[in-house]
């Protein structure tokens, strides 16, 4: 489009230019037209890192768990 064409668009919609910018990049890289993360791989990554953080907390619950069992064990032992 040329450059009144997009200057028509952005005022008839409403938006700040640099959110329909931000649209239009983020379409352009979707479809190949740019380099970058696809929206796709944006999610994708985002739902990694997500579980990445609660398989975490559940291996840090699980590892203080074994060390108390473990602990109370040896306790167990001592008094037996």
């Not at 005022?11 to 796709?40: F, K």
Request: with cysteine; net charge positive; charged share 40%.
């Amino acid at each position: 489009r040329s450059r009144r064409q997009r200057q028509m668009c952005i005022r008839d919609s409403g938006c700040a230019a640099q959110t329909l910018h931000g649209w239009i990049r983020r379409q352009q890289t979707d479809v190949g037209q740019r380099p970058g993360q696809t929206s796709e791989e944006r999610e994708r990554i985002k739902a990694l890192e997500r579980e990445n953080r609660e398989l975490r907390k559940a291996n840090e619950i699980l590892r203080l768990a074994s060390a108390y069992f473990a602990q109370a064990e040896l306790d167990r032992r001592t008094k037996s």
